[in-house]
């Protein structure tokens, strides 16, 4: 049986479809409001796009390049995942929070065309002087997503680039809770 969100509930169950791709959880959240007003939900939508890059900075020479960031200093790439999270309210007519169409679009606009395939470190103009490592990506793509997205919906941003690394960036208002993977 298939779990998954309550938004795609009876259309996934009357066909006996999977959820769409890239829906990765949608999950309720603790609020301060006072339970008449419909439920706050957060949800996660995953894409995967795949760059290269290097790590460097420019008033460094080789060596010393080598020595701060090791083999990341060579140019190299990764098939990245990015988790996009998003918050709204439950609108009563359609059962859900959040517009993924919405959301696709603007991820879709505001990061994949400018980044998936792309060498990050050499031929994205906008990536000029920043150290693409995935704490820099992960802020970078924040402030390139969160003006394509409706005012106070992105919640959430993370960059994961290996099994064994992922970014989470909040904005600058980040509490610095870290959101359980």
């Not at 009876?10 to 959820?19: I, K, L, N």
């Not at 200093?73 to 609108?91: F, I, K, M, Q, W």
């Not at 400018?114 to 002087?129: C, F, I, K, N």
């Not at 793509?141 to 690394?165: I, K, Y």
């Amino acid at each position: 049986m298939w779990r998954f969100a309550a938004s795609c509930a009876a259309c996934c169950a009357a066909t006996s479809r999977p959820p769409p791709v890239g829906l990765a959880f949608l999950e309720p959240f603790a609020s301060s409001r006072t339970g008449n007003e419909a439920p706050l939900v957060r949800l996660t939508r995953a894409v995967d796009f795949s760059a290269s890059l290097r790590c460097a900075r420019p008033d460094l020479s080789e060596d010393e390049n080598r020595a701060l960031f090791g083999r990341a200093a060579s140019p190299h790439g990764h098939n990245y995942r990015l988790e996009v999270t998003v918050a709204g309210d439950v609108d009563p007519v359609t059962g859900m929070s959040v517009d993924l169409g919405l959301v696709d679009t603007a991820v879709k606009a505001a990061l994949l065309d400018r980044v998936d395939h792309y060498d990050l470190s050499a031929t994205v103009p906008e990536l000029a002087g920043v150290i693409t490592t995935g704490e820099g990506l992960a802020r970078v793509f924040w402030q390139w997503l969160e003006p394509a997205l409706p005012p106070g919906r992105l919640r959430r941003l993370a960059v994961v680039e290996t099994d064994s690394n992922a970014f989470e960036y909040g904005g600058e208002t980040d509490t610095g809770e870290v959101t359980p993977r």
